[in-house]
Antibody
Framework: QVQLVQSGTEVKKPGASVRLSCKASGYTFTNYAMHWVRQAPGQSLEWMGWINAANGDTLYSQKFQGRVTINMDTSANTVYMDLSSLRSEDTAIYYC???????????WGQGTLVTVSS | DIVMTQSPDSLAVSLGERATINCKSSQSVLYSSNNKNFLAWSQQKPGQPPKLLISWASTRESGVPDRFSGSGSGTDFTLTISSLQAEDVAVYYCHQYYSALSFGQGTKLEIK
């Protein structure tokens, strides 16, 4: 069955960087792309960017441009998301979600809580 | 960026009654070349990730009960739960995938 297993909880200080991972299984990794979406406490969902697992192409939200980098290791069926210059407003649950081109995200990881606090 | 706006923000419905959630996009999400609306609905229960219920505005995902239905086109869309069950208590999000991805603010559905 399809699984997206995300890395564990992170606690970071303001100004630091964080790297999150999302390991896929149960489907052909390179046939899908992967979104990263975050959800601040009690808030809606916010798209950050995506990567096409077939060729590594990426697209980032303008809001996060310059702070976010998404890459992947196809040999490990894993996607990574780096977020730099963390601030308290980045405290959120971060999700990966797979999707086919021009289709909605059809399966989500369990989420990773990132807390940014001094 | 396409802005998605849902109404209402919260909704309380009696068990067995109909629940209706509306969603409006700031620009059309209808792709003229294939006449498909790039609009989906997802359900999120507490402590869980979102689950895709409906894509292309009206196509139920496999395993989604038929009490869930989606309608609308262009900029105005509706999610209807025909007969509310206790397990339907959740936050519902509309989202567009016409241009990147963006979500409505969510509608919290509770039992009256």
């Amino acid at each position: 069955q399809v699984q997206l297993v995300q890395s564990g909880t992170e606690v970071k200080k303001p100004g630091a960087s964080v790297r999150l991972s999302c390991k896929a299984s149960g489907y052909t990794f390179t046939n899908y792309a992967m979104h990263w979406v975050r959800q601040a406490p009690g808030q809606s969902l916010e798209w950050m960017g995506w990567i096409n697992a077939a060729n590594g192409d990426t697209l980032y939200s303008q809001k996060f441009q310059g702070r976010v980098t998404i890459n992947m290791d196809t040999s490990a069926n894993t996607v990574y998301m780096d977020l730099s210059s963390l601030r308290s407003e980045d405290t959120a649950i971060y999700y990966c979600a797979k999707f086919k081109a021009a289709a909605p995200p059809d399966f989500w990881g369990q989420g990773t809580l990132v807390t940014v606090s001094s | 960026d396409i802005v998605m706006t849902q109404s209402p923000d919260s909704l309380a419905v009696s068990l067995g009654e109909r629940a209706t959630i509306n969603c409006k996009s700031s620009q059309s999400v209808l792709y003229s070349s294939n006449n498909k609306n790039f609009l989906a609905w997802s359900q999120q229960k507490p402590g869980q990730p979102p689950k895709l219920l409906i894509s292309w505005a009206s196509t139920r995902e496999s395993g989604v009960p038929d009490r869930f239905s989606g309608s609308g086109s262009g900029t105005d869309f509706t999610l209807t739960i025909s007969s509310l069950q206790a397990e339907d208590v959740a936050v519902y999000y509309c989202h567009q995938y016409y241009s990147a991805l963006s979500f409505g603010q969510g509608t919290k559905l509770e039992i009256k």
